[in-house]
């Protein structure tokens, strides 16, 4: 790949994230969404969040990553519905993680 293909490539990358940012608030006057569209939008966004986290906490590559990784993120989870604060939710699980990976947890 040449310079200058990356440049186009950059360029083209560049005018469609602003062309799609732009058309947001010139087309919502005129573009009418049902509030079902709008909640099941909003539904999608959550449910697309959900899985990467999900594929994150099991997977490493393509393998799978140990229960260490998955149980600090299930304390993180249930600190974070418990409405704790962000700083104790992230500590709390790389500490699980950690401790348990130090006791030979995978």
Do not use: C, N, Y
């Not at 940012?21 to 969404?33: D, K, M, N, Q």
């Not at 990553?65 to 149980?71: C, D, H, K, L, V």
């Amino acid at each position: 790949m040449t310079a200058a293909s990356l440049v186009v490539a950059t360029v083209v990358l560049g005018v469609g994230t602003f062309a799609f940012r732009f058309a947001g608030p010139v087309l919502r006057s005129r573009v009418e969404i049902s509030p079902r569209l709008e909640r099941l939008m909003a539904m999608a966004a959550i449910v697309l969040l959900a899985a990467l986290v999900g594929i994150a906490a099991f997977l490493d590559g393509q393998e799978f990553a140990g229960i260490a990784r998955p149980a600090g993120i299930a304390v993180g989870g249930v600190l974070a519905w418990h409405k704790k604060p962000f700083v104790v939710v992230v500590l709390a699980a790389a500490g699980t993680a950690a401790v348990l990976r130090l006791l030979g947890v995978p």
